[in-house]
């Protein structure tokens, strides 16, 4: 069977309807190569600006994101840097003095535990991560050790906890790994990875997104027939849908939020997804240094107002013709419109 690559993954997506899978429909799919185009573009010194008026807005900020998502490339980690990752873990505190807690990746699982000290071994550093408490509490014994060649897979854990042994990643990930394995699999269980991703930034409906990223189940569909079924913040990761201590790729900002936006922390957003002309007009100003994307919606009540200040954007754009086309826009479905063009650095 062959492999599909991270473009055509989405591809096989289906959605269920009733007690039938269904295969995306054709503005779907558009949607998803709206997100990877705009993340597949090269850098330049100017901002990509794409415009998309739709009859519904459902799922559309969501299928935007993961398709910018899929095209974020995620190197395997050189040598150089899991030996700099290890020796950063073998300089840890004394765990006399401090203790520090660990998670470990390990078949799947986030396993958390914490450090306990180094061991030389045949001339090898192992570091010691005691996961339980009492060598008695579990089989398995107390203490996992760690060598070099295992540690991209061991982190410090940024939300320490009591409960050593922990699974953290939860019964769903486990579940839904087979549905994942030709986007997340193999090195993006790995953390060391995930921590250099750029992300994307959803300014949107809070209780909408949640019903679109989590309760909506879709199944990857096999040549030989069968299915892998999966929630979409699987690959997404909202952070307000996903555990403290999963990295997540997205950042969700109620589009009624009046506080200044103070999301992006330690991460590199490269795409703001203003979803409904309230968004738009009230933070798009935000987002002047990256490209964005935004979501009106013919029942808005605020339609015209949007329309007419992109339209002006559009009006004082850059001198550079709009020579790069954004893929999906000329799929768009009857009653969709889109426009892109460019816009200065600022």
Known sequence: MPTLTRRDWCKTLCYRDGRKW????????????IGWSMGNRPATDENLAVCIIV??????????ALGHLLAQSIPVPTVEDIDKHFEGLLALPDPSAAQTSLIYLKNGRSIRGRFHGVSEEGGK?????????????RSGGATLFIDRTKAAD???DPEPHDRLGRNIRGRAMLK???FLKNVYEPH???RLHILGLPTVCIVGRVNALHNEVLDE???CRESDGSASEGVLNDIIKVDRFTPTSSRPRAHLVPTASESSIEIFGGSHPEIAILDGSDSYLKWSHYFKS?????????TDSQLDDAVANINERYVMRSDRPDDRTVDGLAELRRGFDGIAFWEARR
């Open 22 to 33: 269904q295969e995306l429909p054709p503005w779907a799919v558009s949607l998803i190569d």
């Open 176 to 178: 839904n790994r087979s």
């Open 188 to 190: 993006e269980l790995n």
């Open 154 to 156: 061991l982190h410090i």
């Open 217 to 219: 189940v879709f199944a």
């Open 125 to 137: 550093s192992l570091i010691r991560v005691c996961i339980q408490e009492k060598a008695s509490d």
């Open 290 to 298: 990256l490209d964005t994307i935004s979501i009106l919606c013919h």
């Open 55 to 64: 009859p519904d807005r459902r799922f559309a900020s969501a299928f935007l």
